[in-house]
């Protein structure tokens, strides 16, 4: 019979009771051979009865969470200590896209280890040799016990649940578009059409800076620019079409009025309102461009409205399910690129990367299409500004273009009170062939 079988509660309880009294040190087997001739037991039994429920504590105390439906309490037991609340969510495996830590405490206890180490000896992947220094004692070390206290983002989630329900409607839903014949032009057009930094959603009071503004008027600015710059592409033998979407398209990312990293904004508490009339304007904007050629959408993530825009990106996937004309790239990667003939455009939304970095990004992460190209730029939004700059390669090549596109955002009451307001407020968009042939500025 293994050890540590057949043993009651109560004898249980005695064991740990006069483990407990042992001095520091004291190695378990010498403790079992001496506990074992007061009880009438084996050494072996006790040895293992003793293992057992030491393992048992250090399981007990390694973690216990108490769900309580809105809230809830996560404890956990560590050697590593923890300060910062990243230090918690990571050591705790907390889910953030359920639960918000609303404040923990660190408390100091003493645990137990075995005082053992190992080590092996590899060769071409495979163990050859290893050998195990155990000395048979306990060790005692400090563990943090770590209490944490949770609320459930129920707002977010339901949040969450709504976009996702929009996405099913959309592929139910989904209207069945013929494929288009277009003209075949034998030295053809791409037309890009840049609109970041709509920041969709904006609250702004005329007493407060200057001027009037809400979704419904930001839609209708950019549905007449968006009219404006397609009329002018016309003119070309279009045979493509790039239109990046997201690049801080919407102003906040979740029904709490905030950015995603957290900074207030004054916005439309309507959230839903202004996510449909967000998808509304890129269906009806895709509609239009795709009767001068087939479009690829690009979704570009800002740090605005990081998780929103990608949502955005699904329902309209989801919307030209049926639509043979449209071809929608939603994966979140911050950084895309784009060929057309010997052009390579690189999209990202300019937050996170810096500007003089971007020319060796993009010889690194497609050097296929590095190769293959001649013309080479990047676009960019976040300034609000326009911003034309030329990065050198080497004295033998091409430079990359960067480009900072400007935005037909109106100043937000914080820009105003800052002096943010005299860039002009308006969208961009190129005509590609051998390199850009045309630039076209909409005023919003």
């Known amino acids: 019979m293994p050890p540590g079988i057949n043993w009651t509660p109560e004898e249980e309880n005695a064991l740990w009771t006069e483990w407990k009294k042992q001095a520091e040190g004291v190695k378990a087997r010498w403790f079992a051979h001496k506990y074992a001739k007061t009880i009438g037991r084996s050494e072996n039994s006790v040895n293992g009865k003793l293992n057992e429920l030491i393992q048992k504590e250090g399981k007990e105390k390694k973690s216990k969470f108490t769900d309580n439906g809105y809230s809830a309490e996560y404890v956990v037991s560590s050697e590593k200590r923890v300060s910062t609340v990243e230090e918690v969510i990571a050591l705790c495996k907390i889910d953030t896209s359920i639960w918000r830590v609303d404040k923990f405490e660190v408390g100091v206890s003493e645990g137990y280890r075995k005082d053992r180490s190992v080590q092996w000896e590899v060769t071409d992947g495979k163990v050859t040799h290893g050998s195990v220094d155990d000395s048979g004692k306990l060790l005692v070390v400090p563990l943090h016990t770590v209490r944490v206290w949770l609320s459930r983002k129920t707002e977010e989630i339901r949040n969450n649940l709504v976009v996702d329900d929009l996405v099913i409607k959309a592929k139910k839903y989904s209207p069945k578009i013929a494929k288009i014949k277009y003209k075949k032009e034998k030295e053809g057009h791409l037309f890009e059409l840049g609109l970041p930094d709509l920041q969709l959603g904006r609250l702004v009071a005329a007493e407060d800076a200057g001027h009037d503004l809400n979704p419904e008027m930001q839609i209708k600015k950019a549905d007449a620019v968006v009219d404006r710059l397609i009329s002018y592409a016309s003119h070309f033998n279009v045979t493509r079409v790039l239109f990046p979407v997201g690049n801080d398209f919407f102003d906040t990312n979740s029904a709490e009025m905030s950015t995603a990293h957290g900074t207030p904004q004054q ?154 307001v005299g860039s002009l407020k308006a969208a961009e968009a190129f005509i590609w062939q051998k390199g850009i042939v045309a630039q076209f500025t909409a005023q919003g």
């Not at 304007?281 to 570009?300: C, G, N, S, W, Y």
């Not at 998780?307 to 309209?316: A, P």
């Not at 050097?367 to 960019?380: G, I, K, N, T, V």
Request: charged letters at 30%.
């Open 267 to 420: 916005d439309d508490v309507r959230w839903k309102r202004t996510y449909k009339l967000g998808c509304d304007f890129i269906v009806r904007t895709t509609e239009k461009l795709m009767q001068l050629a087939p479009v690829d959408v690009l979704v570009i993530p800002g740090n605005h409205d990081e998780d929103k825009i990608f949502h955005l990106g699904e329902y309209l996937d989801a919307w030209h399910h049926n639509n043979k004309n449209v071809v929608v790239d939603n994966r979140p990667m911050k950084r895309k690129y784009y060929m057309f003939e010997s052009n390579l455009i690189g999209l990202t939304h300019g937050y996170y990367e810096k500007n003089n970095k971007l020319d060796s990004l993009m010889a690194y992460e497609v050097p296929d299409l590095w190769a293959r190209s001649q013309f080479r730029e990047w676009h960019l939004g976040d300034k609000h500004h326009k911003v034309d700059m030329v990065l050198k390669t080497n004295e033998l090549e091409n430079g990359v273009v960067v480009r900072i596109l400007r935005s037909l955002a109106t100043p937000s009451v914080w820009e105003f009170d800052k002096g943010l």
